[in-house]
């Protein structure tokens, strides 16, 4: 029998994702009427099982929720409670950036903020950045010191939108919107800090790539795929687990039919 060559595995393959969504958040990880929560409100029951399955990044705060949140409106002591359009529910915003940073500070993994690409603007995104990732310099990171939190977050991984090529999403863009859109917040995230890592969502359509890549391909780290398990079944139950190991093989070839796409406009750059 051949031996199986393994090589090493990014930790990063294995991140998880929270969105304001059900009980996720709300009565979920974060209950600081809880019995079990911490002083941050956090769940410690919930702490010690992320951590003992190691959660390398976390992403957050959607998902499709993002595409109509304003970050600024869950920081400080004066919260603005938001309807979501997506789900159609209200969100106190209690659960803004500083609780999800003290979440994966206490879990121990990498925060990775989805921007919202929907409602928002490349400047309302930077201005997270100034808040996450400047020592001082601007008003938002003199607010998030004001706050109380002295120190810069000094946030890596920042996603360029959801699942803006969608019609359920709000603000859903057209290929040539979605590029011009993704170059101008990455630029002015890279502005702010020219440090972070930024990724953006592709999918297996030549044209969305194209344009995607020609736009801001030389500002991008990474490009997103989506691919979901639950749509191999119509009710809402899960899938056994023979049907998503065959899954990986639908996955593997959307990441394919990407790739080429990607060394095809290399090529032509």
């Known amino acids: 029998m051949k031996k199986r060559i393994t090589g090493k595995r990014n930790p990063m393959i294995y991140g998880q994702f929270i969105e304001h969504f059900h009980r996720q958040i709300y009565d979920g990880i974060y209950d600081p009427s809880h019995p079990l929560a911490d002083e941050d409100g956090l769940r410690t029951d919930i702490l010690d099982a992320m951590r003992r399955i190691k959660v390398p990044v976390l992403r957050w705060p959607g998902g499709c929720f993002v595409s109509s949140y304003h970050w600024k409106d869950a920081a400080g002591p004066q919260r603005k409670p938001l309807f979501d359009k997506a789900w159609r529910v209200e969100d106190p915003n209690t659960f803004g950036t500083d609780e999800y940073i003290r979440l994966c500070r206490k879990v121990g993994c990498e925060p990775y903020i989805c921007t919202n690409a929907g409602t928002g603007t490349a400047e309302e995104m930077s ?3 100034e808040y996450c990732n400047l020592e001082s310099e ?8 004001e706050n109380g939190n ?4 000094k946030v890596k991984y920042w996603s360029i939108g959801n699942e803006n090529y969608g019609s359920w999403e709000i603000g859903a863009k057209c290929a040539d919107e979605w590029g011009r859109l993704v170059r101008e917040a990455a630029k ?10 930024l ?4 999918l297996p359509d030549v044209d969305w790539n194209i344009n995607l890549l020609k736009n801001c391909g030389q500002y991008l780290d990474w490009v997103s795929i989506h691919e979901y398990w639950d749509m191999m079944a119509e009710e809402n139950s899960p899938a056994d687990y023979e049907q998503c190991m065959a899954f990986t093989d639908h996955i593997a070839h959307s990441v394919d039919e990407v790739r080429d796409v990607i060394q095809v406009g290399r090529a032509d750059a």
């Open 127 to 129: 201005d997270w950045a």
């Open 138 to 145: 601007g008003q938002y990171a003199k607010w998030r010191i």
């Open 150 to 153: 002295p120190q810069p977050y």
């Open 188 to 197: 002015m995230l890279r502005h702010v800090d020219p440090c972070v890592e």
């Open 199 to 202: 990724s953006a969502a592709a």
